[in-house]
C-alpha cells in the first residue's frame, strides 16, 4: 500500500507555504522518512534544500545563516536520532541567541508511544535549550504555532533564540482547514523592540557626558546601531571593544577602536557602555575585582542583557539603535567631560600593538620540530584575502591565534559555549549567504574532524569557500595544559593527518602545505579555484610547540573564580578586601 498523497493543503504544504511567505530561501537538513512530506513540499514551493552529512551541521549552518543575514535559520532533521544529533547545534544556538527554527517529525499518531521506530519524546530533550517547544498533534493548529515559534525565536517579548516543533507524519498529511490559514499568521509582523524613554535618554546623558573614561563594548544586540554607535563614539571621544558577537560593527580604522589593549582599558574605565552584551566570561563577569570602581550603563533590547552579574547604574530595555540616536539627538552642546588623552594615548598603543604584532607575525619562527608556527598561516591570509572577507575561526589554539591575528568586516567563531566544530558548516552557510564575497574557515585539525564531512556538502553544492587548516596533530591547548599541570599528555595527541587528500577525495581542490614559503602561492592558486565555483582546502602542516595568548592566560586549566589566571587572582584579592 502507498502512502497517501501530500495534498496543496495538508500539513506539510501549509508548512512550505508559511516558511516562502515568511522570506525563508534555504532549509538545512537530513532527510528522514518522518520528515519527507515536509522536504518535499519545500521543494516544490523552490525553497533550497542544503542536504548535510550530519543534523548537527544543519543546525550550525541555519546558526549563521541567522546571523549573517538578520533573519530567520531553519533546519530540518528527521526523528529520533536526527534530533539527538542536532542537540549540540541546538545548545550553541540557545547560548548565542540565534534566532533558529528546528523542525522535526515523528511516528504516526496511532503508533505514538508504542515502540515505534524512532518513537521519543523529542521536546523534553531540548526543551531546556530552545525558546519553545512543542508537538503539534492536529493540523489545525500549524499555522499559529510556527507563528509563535518564529516569533519567540526572534525574541519578541523576550530573548531569541532557537525553538523546537514536530509533527506526527498523519499530522503532515492531514489537510489544514482553509478557515484556519489566517493571513495574519503568515504575513511576517514583528513586535519591535520599544524606543528609550526620554527620562532615561537624559540619564544616559548625564552618564555619558559626566565620565572621564567611557568605554563601549558591544554584543550581538547590537546589530543595526552600528552608524548611531561610530557617530556616538566621535561625540565623545570614548573607547571601544567589539566582541566575537560583534566584531566589523565599527570599522577598525574609527579613533576609538583599541581592542589590542582590551585588558588595560577594562581596567581604566570609569564608565562601562554595555550595548546588547552580556556580562560572561569574556568581560570577566563585570567583576569590580577587574573594571574597578567603574559605572555601567546597559543598553539592550533584552531583559537578560541588562541584569546578568551587573545589572549596572542605569539599563535601558529598548531598541539598542533608537538609544543611540536618541541619546545623540538629545546630547548637550557642551563638550563630554572625556579625557581626550586618554582615548589618543590608548589607541596610538593599540595602533603600535597591532603592526608590532603584524610585522612580528611575518616572521614567527619556527618550532623546535622544523614545522612553521602558525602566525605565518595568518600572516600570508591577511596579505591575500580581500578586505571584505568573511572570516570564520575555529579550534582551540588555533582560534586564539585567528581571533587575534586575522582582521574581518564580518567574523564568526564557536562562540561562548566553546562549540568547536562549527567551521565548515558556519562557512558554508556564510558562502550561501553572500556569494559575491570571499568565505575563509580558519581551522585547527582537531575541530576541523568535528564535521570534516561537510566537504562533501560544499562540493555537492558548488560552494566556494576556502578552508585553511592549521595541522599541528594534537588538542594542542590541552596538551600544552598536560605538559605544565600535570607533568604528562594523555590522549591528547593526533596524526597529522592528509586532509588534503581527503578534500580531494570528495572533488575538492586540495593541497598540503609544509613550508611557509608554499604559503602564498598555495593561497593564491585556491582563491583561483573559489573564483570558478570551486571549493578549496589548504592542509597546511603547522608546529604543536607554538602557544596562542588562551594557553598562557590559564584558560585551559578553569581556575575557580575567573576564567583567566590574572584575573582570578585579582578576584581573590578583591574579594579579600571586601570581608
Known amino acids: 500500500m502507498t502512502p497517501p498523497p501530500i495534498t496543496e493543503e495538508s500539513g506539510a504544504a501549509v508548512i512550505a507555504r508559511f516558511l516562502k511567505q515568511r522570506g525563508v530561501r534555504r ?12 522536504w518535499m513540499r519545500l521543494d516544490a514551493e523552490g525553497i533550497r534544500i542544503i542536504d548535510v552529512r550530519d543534523e548537527r551541521a544543519a543546525v550550525y549552518m541555519a546558526h549563521a545563516e541567522a546571523q549573517l543575514s538578520g533573519t530567520l535559520g531553519v533546519a530540518l532533521v ?48 531540548v526543551r531546556g535549550i530552545t525558546r519553545y517547544a512543542r508537538t503539534v498533534r492536529h493540523p489545525a493548529l500549524i499555522p499559529q504555532e510556527l507563528a509563535e515559534a518564529i516569533a519567540r525565536a526572534q525574541g519578541e517579548g ?59 563594548i558591544t554584543g550581538r544586540g547590537a546589530q543595526g546601531a552600528g552608524p548611531a554607535l561610530a557617530a556616538l563614539l566621535s561625540r565623545l571621544g570614548a573607547a571601544y571593544l567589539d566582541t566575537g558577537e560583534s566584531r566589523g560593527l565599527v570599522d577598525d580604522a574609527h579613533p576609538s577602536v583599541v581592542a589590542a589593549m582590551r585588558g ?9 557602555v554595555t550595548i546588547g552584551r552580556r556580562l560572561d566570561f569574556q568581560l570577566a563577569y563585570g567583576s569590580p575585582a577587574v573594571f574597578g570602581e567603574a559605572k555601567f550603563l546597559r543598553i539592550a533590547d533584552c531583559a537578560a542583557e541588562l541584569r546578568d552579574n551587573r545589572r549596572g547604574d542605569l539599563g535601558m530595555l529598548c531598541d539598542p539603535a533608537l538609544a543611540l540616536q536618541a541619546i545623540l539627538a538629545a546630547a548637550p552642546v557642551h563638550a563630554p ?10 589607541r596610538e598603543q593599540h595602533l603600535q600593538r597591532s603592526e608590532k604584532l603584524a610585522s612580528s607575525m611575518r616572521v614567527a619562527p619556527a618550532g623546535k620540530d622544523g614545522r612553521m608556527h602558525p ?37 564568526l567563531d564557536p562562540g561562548s559555549l566553546g562549540c568547536i566544530g562549527v567551521g565548515t558548516a558556519f562557512g558554508i552557510a556564510a558562502s550561501l549567504v553572500h556569494p559575491q564575497r570571499t568565505v575563509v574557515v580558519a581551522t585547527g585539525d582537531g575541530a576541523f574532524g568535528f564535521n570534516a564531512m561537510e566537504i562533501d556538502t560544499a562540493v555537492r553544492h558548488r560552494v566556494p569557500l576556502l578552508i585553511i587548516v592549521a ?109
Open 27 to 38: 532549509v538545512y537538513g537530513l532527510c528522514g522518512g518522518h520528515i519527507m512530506p515536509i
Open 337 to 346: 567631560s572625556t579625557d581626550i588623552s586618554w582615548a589618543k594615548d590608548l
Open 264 to 272: 588595560t582599558v577594562m581596567g581604566q574605565a570609569d564608565l562601562v
Open 78 to 125: 528527521t526523528a529520533g536520532p536526527g534530533v539527538t544529533n542536532a542537540m549540540t547545534g541546538i545548545a550553541n544556538a540557545h547560548v548565542a541567541r540565534a534566532p533558529v527554527l528546528v523542525l522535526s517529525g515523528l511516528p504516526p499518531t496511532a503508533q505514538e508511544n508504542r515502540g515505534a521506530l524512532q518513537d521519543i519524546v523529542h521536546t523534553d530533550l
Open 375 to 411: 602566525n605565518r598561516v595568518l600572516s600570508a591570509l591577511r596579505d591575500a584575502l580581500p578586505a571584505d572577507a568573511i572570516v570564520v575561526a575555529d579550534g582551540g589554539d588555533f582560534l586564539s591565534f585567528a581571533r587575534v591575528g586575522l582582521p574581518a568586516t564580518t567574523y
Open 471 to 579: 595541522n599541528n596533530g594534537s588538542w594542542a591547548i590541552e596538551v600544552r595544559d598536560q605538559q605544565e599541570t600535570h607533568g604528562k599528555v594523555v590522549g591528547t595527541h593526533l596524526q597529522f593527518a592528509d586532509h588534503a587528500a581527503m578534500a580531494r577525495a570528495f572533488g575538492m581542490h586540495g593541497e598540503r602545505v609544509e613550508q611557509a614559503d608554499q604559503l602564498t602561492d598555495a593561497i593564491a592558486r585556491a582563491l583561483a579555484e573559489l573564483a570558478k565555483g570551486r571549493p578549496a582546502l589548504l592542509d597546511v602542516v603547522v608546529t604543536p610547540e607554538a602557544a596562542s595568548s588562551d594557553a598562557k592566560s590559564g584558560l585551559a586549566w578553569v581556575p575557580d573564580l575567573q576564567p583567566l589566571g590574572a584575573w582570578d587572582e585579582a578576584e581573590r584579592q578583591w574579594r579579600a578586601t571586601q570581608v
Open 158 to 216: 523576550g530573548e531569541a533564540g532557537p525553538v523546537y516543533l514536530d509533527f506526527p507524519v498523519d499530522t503532515l498529511r492531514a489537510e489544514v482547514p482553509r478557515a484556519v490559514q489566517l493571513p495574519e499568521l503568515f504575513d511576517s509582523r514583528a513586535s519591535l523592540a520599544p524606543p528609550p524613554h526620554p527620562a532615561q535618554v537624559q540619564s544616559a546623558i548625564d552618564l555619558l557626558w559626566a565620565a572621564r573614561r567611557p568605554l563601549f
